[in-house]
């Protein structure tokens, strides 16, 4: 039995001269949530937009000297397409868990210093609201791989909701002990 969802296959060569070449496409195509299924040839879903961004990345290999061919995959059996789901799956649940463990190995942990270290400054609070941005776009940016509904993308807005509490109190401390910095 064949699956009718259709998925763009991209097979690619980059010059061998330098790893550097091959690295930046590698790059490049992770970031767009590309499945590796062997080097150099990686599957997508067929999605609104993915076709745009993998004709960058095209763009990309040509101006390297490399080449590349995108294949359709209309029909898909049911083997392979649940193969390659559950592959998208386990990827975007990764980095989910990623996002998870950056909240509470790190944002948690850094505001909880910055308490012990009495470091109540609007330079630290600012800092850390910062580091709350970089977590914000992060978790957008897996989301908008996350093709096939991964687990974990709950915990990971509850984890980032929780810094974005954590970092509020923080900064209700800072201006309680420092006070307004725009008063006069």
Known sequence: MTIDERFLQLVYRVPSTTSRA???VWRELKRLGALYIQQAVCVLPDRPGVRERLDKVRERIDELGGESMIFVLAEVEEREHRA?????RENSAKEYAEIVEECETKFFKEIEFERFRENYTFEEAEEIRQDLEKLRRWLRKVEARDWMGAPGRDLAH???AECERLLDLFE??????VGDPGGV
């Not at 390659?84 to 998208?88: A, C, Y």
């Not at 209700?172 to 002990?177: C, I, Q, W």
């Open 158 to 160: 509850e984890k980032v």
């Open 172 to 177: 209700a401390d800072v201006y309680e002990r």
């Open 22 to 24: 091959r690295v930046a």
């Open 84 to 88: 390659l789901v559950e592959s998208f």
